[in-house]
Protein backbone atom coordinates (compact mmCIF):
# COMPACT_ATOMS: atom_id res chain seq x y z
CA UNK A 1 0.00 0.00 0.00
CA UNK A 2 1.62 2.86 -0.80
CA UNK A 3 -0.75 5.80 0.84
CA UNK A 4 2.07 6.69 3.86
CA UNK A 5 4.68 8.55 2.16
CA UNK A 6 2.51 10.43 -0.24
CA UNK A 7 4.38 8.82 -3.52
CA UNK A 8 0.94 7.86 -4.84
CA UNK A 9 -2.02 9.70 -3.72
CA UNK A 10 -3.89 6.68 -2.80
CA UNK A 11 -7.25 6.21 -0.88
CA UNK A 12 -7.38 3.28 1.14
CA UNK A 13 -10.71 3.30 2.00
CA UNK A 14 -12.01 2.60 -2.26
CA UNK A 15 -9.30 -0.30 -2.39
CA UNK A 16 -8.56 -1.89 1.25
CA UNK A 17 -5.03 -1.65 -0.11
CA UNK A 18 -5.65 -4.49 -2.79
CA UNK A 19 -2.38 -4.25 -3.60
CA UNK A 20 -1.06 -5.96 -0.08
CA UNK A 21 -3.36 -8.94 -1.31
CA UNK A 22 -0.31 -10.34 -3.42
CA UNK A 23 2.48 -12.35 -2.54
CA UNK A 24 5.79 -10.15 -3.09
CA UNK A 25 8.70 -12.62 -3.76
CA UNK A 26 12.30 -11.97 -3.05
CA UNK A 27 15.49 -13.59 -3.27
CA UNK A 28 17.41 -15.13 -0.51
CA UNK A 29 19.47 -11.85 -0.40
CA UNK A 30 16.38 -9.41 -0.47
CA UNK A 31 14.90 -11.66 2.75
CA UNK A 32 18.32 -10.94 4.98
CA UNK A 33 18.60 -7.78 3.99
CA UNK A 34 14.75 -6.82 4.53
CA UNK A 35 15.34 -8.75 8.43
CA UNK A 36 18.63 -6.44 8.78
CA UNK A 37 16.33 -3.12 7.84
CA UNK A 38 13.63 -3.86 9.92
CA UNK A 39 15.73 -4.15 12.38
CA UNK A 40 17.51 -1.15 12.48
CA UNK A 41 14.03 0.93 11.33
CA UNK A 42 11.82 -0.57 13.51
CA UNK A 43 13.81 -2.74 16.01
CA UNK A 44 11.98 -5.32 15.45
CA UNK A 45 13.47 -9.05 15.64
CA UNK A 46 11.69 -11.66 12.44
CA UNK A 47 11.95 -15.31 12.36
CA UNK A 48 11.95 -15.56 8.71
CA UNK A 49 10.74 -19.16 9.09
CA UNK A 50 7.45 -17.37 10.43
CA UNK A 51 7.28 -14.32 7.65
CA UNK A 52 8.71 -16.05 4.32
CA UNK A 53 7.70 -19.58 2.18
CA UNK A 54 9.67 -20.98 -0.42
CA UNK A 55 8.11 -20.30 -3.62
CA UNK A 56 8.99 -22.03 -7.12
CA UNK A 57 9.75 -19.62 -9.85
CA UNK A 58 10.52 -20.48 -13.46
CA UNK A 59 13.57 -21.76 -13.00
CA UNK A 60 14.63 -21.78 -9.13
CA UNK A 61 13.51 -21.28 -5.49
CA UNK A 62 12.13 -17.23 -4.15
CA UNK A 63 11.06 -16.43 -1.10
CA UNK A 64 7.09 -15.37 -1.18
CA UNK A 65 5.50 -12.98 2.27
CA UNK A 66 3.26 -15.65 3.77
CA UNK A 67 -0.18 -14.78 3.43
CA UNK A 68 -2.78 -14.45 6.27
CA UNK A 69 -6.82 -14.66 4.91
CA UNK A 70 -5.76 -13.57 1.32
CA UNK A 71 -3.37 -10.81 3.69
CA UNK A 72 0.05 -10.11 3.31
CA UNK A 73 1.42 -10.94 6.95
CA UNK A 74 2.69 -7.17 7.07
CA UNK A 75 -0.48 -5.62 6.46
CA UNK A 76 -2.35 -4.40 10.03
CA UNK A 77 -5.70 -3.64 10.84
CA UNK A 78 -5.81 -0.77 9.64
CA UNK A 79 -4.55 -1.90 6.15
CA UNK A 80 -1.44 -0.30 6.64
CA UNK A 81 2.19 -1.94 6.02
CA UNK A 82 3.99 -2.39 9.22
CA UNK A 83 7.13 -2.35 7.41
CA UNK A 84 6.53 0.63 5.21
CA UNK A 85 9.99 2.12 5.28
CA UNK A 86 11.66 -1.17 4.41
CA UNK A 87 8.66 -2.97 1.85
CA UNK A 88 10.24 -5.19 -0.51
CA UNK A 89 11.01 -3.45 -4.12
CA UNK A 90 8.48 -4.84 -5.81
CA UNK A 91 5.53 -3.62 -3.89
CA UNK A 92 7.39 -0.13 -4.77
CA UNK A 93 6.39 -0.56 -8.09
CA UNK A 94 2.75 -1.53 -7.76
CA UNK A 95 0.49 -0.95 -9.30
CA UNK A 96 3.08 -2.83 -11.98
CA UNK A 97 2.63 -6.52 -11.62
CA UNK A 98 4.45 -7.74 -14.69
CA UNK A 99 6.90 -6.25 -17.48
CA UNK A 100 3.48 -5.35 -19.13
CA UNK A 101 1.37 -5.25 -17.03
CA UNK A 102 -0.73 -3.12 -14.35
CA UNK A 103 -3.65 -4.33 -12.22
CA UNK A 104 -6.17 -2.77 -13.56
CA UNK A 105 -8.06 -3.08 -10.45
CA UNK A 106 -6.36 -0.38 -8.23
CA UNK A 107 -7.97 3.00 -8.33
CA UNK A 108 -4.92 4.94 -8.87
CA UNK A 109 -4.26 3.22 -12.12
CA UNK A 110 -6.08 5.54 -14.43
CA UNK A 111 -4.84 8.72 -12.80
CA UNK A 112 -0.59 8.14 -13.07
CA UNK A 113 0.53 10.13 -15.91
CA UNK A 114 1.56 7.53 -18.87
CA UNK A 115 5.50 8.23 -18.24
CA UNK A 116 5.28 7.53 -14.41
CA UNK A 117 3.93 3.86 -15.56
CA UNK A 118 6.11 3.51 -18.25
CA UNK A 119 9.04 4.36 -15.76
CA UNK A 120 7.34 1.61 -13.22
CA UNK A 121 7.22 -0.57 -15.67
CA UNK A 122 11.24 0.01 -17.08
CA UNK A 123 12.38 -0.37 -13.27
CA UNK A 124 10.08 -3.72 -12.76
CA UNK A 125 11.70 -5.05 -15.83
CA UNK A 126 14.92 -4.33 -14.14
CA UNK A 127 14.14 -5.37 -10.99
CA UNK A 128 12.80 -8.96 -12.60
CA UNK A 129 16.02 -9.21 -14.30
CA UNK A 130 18.23 -9.10 -11.11
CA UNK A 131 15.99 -11.43 -9.39
CA UNK A 132 16.60 -14.02 -12.41
CA UNK A 133 20.22 -13.63 -11.80
CA UNK A 134 20.07 -13.95 -8.12
CA UNK A 135 17.56 -17.13 -8.91
CA UNK A 136 18.90 -20.15 -6.79
CA UNK A 137 18.86 -22.98 -9.29
CA UNK A 138 17.12 -26.30 -8.45
CA UNK A 139 19.65 -29.02 -7.60
CA UNK A 140 18.80 -32.03 -9.93
CA UNK A 141 15.07 -32.18 -8.11
S1 LIG B 1 -4.35 -0.71 -4.49
FE1 LIG B 1 -3.65 1.06 -5.65
S2 LIG B 1 -4.76 2.80 -4.76
FE2 LIG B 1 -4.84 1.12 -3.28
S3 LIG B 1 -3.09 1.47 -1.87
FE3 LIG B 1 -2.45 0.06 -3.51
S4 LIG B 1 -1.49 1.37 -5.08
FE4 LIG B 1 -2.75 2.68 -3.75
S1 LIG C 1 5.15 -5.72 2.59
FE1 LIG C 1 3.82 -4.02 3.05
S2 LIG C 1 3.52 -2.97 1.10
FE2 LIG C 1 4.28 -5.03 0.65
S3 LIG C 1 2.46 -6.33 0.35
FE3 LIG C 1 3.07 -6.50 2.50
S4 LIG C 1 1.85 -4.96 3.58
FE4 LIG C 1 1.83 -4.44 1.40
Known amino acids: M ?5 ALDCDIKLCNSL ?10 DEVSELIANIRNE ?4 LDPRKYFRLAKGEHGIYYAMKMIK ?12 RIYKCRPALCELYPVI ?4 VDERCPIVNKLPGEKIDSLKRQYAEKIDEMIQKEEKFLFV
Not at 2 to 6: N, P, S
Not at 42 to 45: I, Q
Not at 98 to 101: M, S
Request: charged share 30%; proline share 0%; glycine share 6%.
Open 2 to 6: RMQDG
Open 19 to 28: CCRNCAVLTR
Open 42 to 45: YALE
Open 70 to 81: GRCIFLNKENRC
Open 98 to 101: DVDA
